[in-house]
C-alpha cells in the first residue's frame, strides 16, 4: 500500500465550479497534512495545511481532514484557469531517527476549463 | 532575495563530472532538505539537517554527498553520477523539522546526466 495516494487525474472542472481534490494516507501515526500546488516546470507552492479533524479555510480554498478514515481534501471553489496544476497532498510522520518527515502523493492534475 | 534560492537552474553533466548544487534560505529556518523529482513519481525525500546536523539519509547512493555549513546554506555534490539520477533536484527549508512546520522549496535544479 502506497504511503500517500491520490487519484492522478487529469480532472477536469469548468471555471466557476467547485473542485474537489482526495488523499488517502496509510499510517495512522501521521500528524499534519499539506497541500502544495506545482505548476509545469516549477517547484511546488504551499497553499494550506491542516492539523485536526475538520475543515480549515483559506479564501477559496478549504481543506478538510478526517483522521478516523485517513483522508484529507481540498476544495477550491470558484475554479478560475489559473488554477490549473498539479496539486500534491504530502503528510508527515515521525521517522524512526525522531525528527518529521513530509511524504508526498504523485499529485492530481487539475484543468479549469474557460 | 527569494525565500529559497537554488542555484544552478540547469545543469548537464557526464558520468564521470564533479559538480555541486546550491541552495540558500533567507527564511531564518533552521531545518533545510534535499528531494529528487522523476517523472511519473512523488517527491522522494533525500536528506534532512535540522541545525546543521543531518538527521535522516533516506538510503541515498554515496555519489551524492550533501554538506550543510550553516543553517542557510545547503549543498547537494554530485559525482560519477547515472543516466538515471536525471531528474529535478529541489532544496527545502523549514523552521525546524517537526511535525508542524510547513516545508517552503526553492526553484529546483534540473539535471541532465549524459
Known amino acids: 500500500q502506497k504511503e500517500v495516494e491520490q487519484n492522478s487525474g487529469p480532472l477536469s472542472v469548468p471555471e466557476g465550479a467547485i473542485a474537489s481534490l482526495n488523499c488517502t494516507y496509510s499510517d495512522r501515526g501521521s500528524q499534519s497534512f499539506f497541500w502544495y500546488r506545482q505548476y509545469s516546470g516549477k517547484s511546488p507552492e504551499l497553499i494550506m495545511f491542516?492539523?485536526?479533524?475538520g475543515d480549515k479555510e483559506d479564501g477559496r480554498f478549504t481543506a478538510q481532514l478526517n483522521k478516523a478514515s485517513q483522508y484529507v481534501s481540498l476544495l477550491i471553489r470558484d475554479s478560475q484557469p489559473s488554477d490549473s496544476a498539479t496539486y500534491l497532498c504530502a503528510v508527515k510522520k515521525q521517522s524512526g531517527a525522531g525528527s518529521y518527515q513530509l511524504t508526498f502523493g504523485k499529485g492530481t492534475k487539475l484543468s479549469v476549463i474557460p | 532575495e527569494t525565500g529559497v534560492t537554488q542555484t544552478p537552474r540547469h545543469l548537464v553533466m557526464g558520468m564521470t563530472n564533479k559538480k555541486s548544487l546550491k541552495c540558500e534560505q533567507h527564511?531564518?529556518?533552521?531545518?533545510m532538505y534535499w528531494y529528487k523529482q522523476s517523472a511519473k513519481k512523488p517527491l522522494e525525500l533525500m536528506f534532512v539537517?535540522?541545525?546543521?546536523?543531518?538527521?535522516e539519509n533516506n538510503s541515498v547512493p554515496s555519489r551524492f554527498s550533501p554538506e550543510c555549513p550553516n543553517s542557510s546554506h545547503l549543498f547537494l555534490h554530485l559525482h560519477t553520477l547515472q543516466p538515471e539520477d536525471s531528474a529535478l533536484y529541489l532544496c527545502?527549508?523549514?523552521?525546524?523539522?517537526?511535525?508542524?512546520?510547513?516545508?517552503?522549496f526553492g526553484n529546483g535544479t534540473r539535471l541532465t546526466v549524459t
Open positions: 491542516i492539523y485536526s479533524n
Open positions: 527564511l531564518g529556518h533552521n531545518a
Open positions: 539537517y535540522n541545525f546543521k546536523e543531518q538527521t
Open positions: 527545502a527549508s523549514s523552521q525546524d523539522d517537526r511535525a508542524y512546520s510547513p516545508l517552503h
